[in-house]
């Protein structure tokens, strides 16, 4: 596979199916290991209901009032990820939103092109700081392994904590 051939090109509504096809492909694993740490009840309560909500927001990228910029990831024709970037001109702060990459593509690099894509467009926009969030359990670990290579160095931990109330 010739990564050299990876190509970056703004998402249109029309490729919204294929990117959702994307984001549950590769957000299933990051879900699984969600359930698996909080446990059901409180997996079902407290986080369910954001990942459920992470389809909505995919959609929402594509408002016309949205502040994020969507792009797909093109290898030899194929759509095998995306990204979305927001500008806040403001601030001059960079962001990246919702990104995945088709699981049948992970561990080559793609992740590390396609942050430092995304640095390139924060910085040909002006913006002074780049920033993102991420996952800091197991799951999430390629992820983080990837921002880094891709230059994101400066890192707060967050912790968030559970417990289940038995009535």
């Not at 984001?23 to 059901?40: C, D, M, T, W, Y």
């Not at 095998?80 to 990246?96: K, L």
């Amino acid at each position: 596979m010739d990564l050299s051939n990876i190509d970056f090109q703004e998402a249109k509504l029309e490729d919204l199916k294929a990117l959702e096809a994307i984001r549950v492909k590769a957000f299933k694993p990051i879900f699984e290991s969600f359930r698996n740490i909080l446990g059901n009840v409180i997996y079902e309560t407290a986080q369910m209901p954001e990942d459920l909500a992470q389809e909505n927001l995919l959609k929402s990228y594509f408002d016309r009032q949205s502040v994020w910029q969507t792009w797909k990831v093109i290898l030899e024709s194929q759509i095998i990820g995306f990204i979305a970037i927001r500008h806040d001109e403001r601030s001059r702060v960079g962001e990246i939103g919702l990104n995945a990459i088709d699981p049948d593509f992970s561990g080559k690099g793609i992740g590390t092109r396609i942050y430092n894509f995304a640095v390139d467009e924060m910085k040909r926009k002006g913006m002074k700081v780049a920033t993102v969030a991420t996952g800091g359990d197991p799951s999430h670990l390629p992820a983080r392994k990837a921002y880094r290579n891709a230059g994101f160095i400066v890192e707060i931990p967050s912790v968030w904590m559970c417990q289940e109330l038995r009535q």
